[in-house]
């Protein structure tokens, strides 16, 4: 069976609004790309900001990310950044995943 994208889309956005009509959730990506045969979507450059109400907002970056089949969850992989905003009660401090550690963590617990 053959891997191939049913379609791909460059500079993706994408705005998820409340019930309030207050924005929750922006993502956006350089390139999504779509793959029929497992379901399965790939973006690139993946960037989501949360905005909480009444709380700071929560930025996420990340190099890659995969969307699960209901495009509810975002997976995000590879060199993995979160900020929280000092304008709205955040420290302005990022963190940062580290995906080495994390995996031979995963290895180590599960022997996977």
């Known amino acids: 069976m053959r891997h191939d994208p049913d379609f791909i889309?460059?500079?993706f956005h994408s705005t998820r609004i409340g019930p309030d009509g207050a924005t929750r959730y922006k993502l956006s990506a350089?390139?999504?790309?779509?793959?029929?045969?497992?379901?399965?979507?790939?973006?690139?450059?993946?960037?989501?900001?949360?905005?909480?109400?009444?709380?700071?907002?929560?930025?996420?970056?990340?190099r890659k990310a995969t969307l699960s089949k209901?495009?509810?969850?975002?997976y995000l992989k590879e060199d993995v950044r979160l900020v929280r905003s000092p304008e709205l009660g955040?420290?302005?401090?990022?963190?940062h995943w580290?995906?080495?550690f994390h995996h031979a963590l995963h290895t180590l617990?599960?022997?996977e």
């Open 70 to 74: 209901d495009g509810e969850n975002a």
């Open 98 to 100: 580290n995906d080495d």
């Open 9 to 11: 889309v460059d500079k």
């Open 90 to 95: 955040g420290y302005g401090l990022d963190a």
């Open 109 to 111: 617990l599960t022997g």
């Open 30 to 62: 350089d390139r999504m790309t779509h793959y029929p045969d497992d379901d399965i979507t790939e973006l690139d450059a993946p960037r989501l900001i949360s905005y909480g109400s009444g709380k700071s907002t929560v930025t996420v970056t990340s």
